[in-house]
């Protein structure tokens, strides 16, 4: 085998290995960031619980589901600037029996129509 044979497969061995790896960086899960000062706050007041934000729809409804499993369909009522950032993310939660307050980790809130617990999810 010529040297310049070894080189070519040394580069090739090399260029792979940074395809694959940024391949890995790019499939890494996205964490929620810590919660701000304000966040911690307001949870420390009560009434939120942890949720995931799991989907949200085209005209802004959004699904969330909570520790216990159960999954609620919640629709803001004004437009939500921050939602769709969140899908996939830890977000709080405080339920009413007609409405719910969304946090998200910087300490924003948007206020929510209850659309009650669902099982389709």
Not at 29 to 45: D, R
Not at 101 to 108: A, I, S, V
């Amino acid at each position: 085998m010529s040297a310049l044979t070894t080189i070519h497969k040394v580069h090739g061995a090399v260029v792979c290995a940074v395809l694959i790896g940024g391949c890995a960086l790019i499939a890494a899960p996205a964490t929620s960031p810590e919660p701000s000062p304000k966040t911690a706050q307001l949870l420390a007041a009560g009434g939120y619980v942890e949720a995931h934000l799991m989907r949200r729809f085209a005209e802004g409804r959004l699904l969330v589901r909570l520790p216990d499993r159960t999954v609620w369909m919640l629709d803001p009522k004004e437009h939500c600037s921050w939602c769709w950032i969140y899908v996939g993310k830890t977000v709080w939660v405080k339920l009413g029996k007609h409405s719910a307050t969304l946090l998200n980790p910087k300490g924003e809130t948007a206020e929510c129509w209850n659309g009650g617990q669902t099982s389709e999810y």
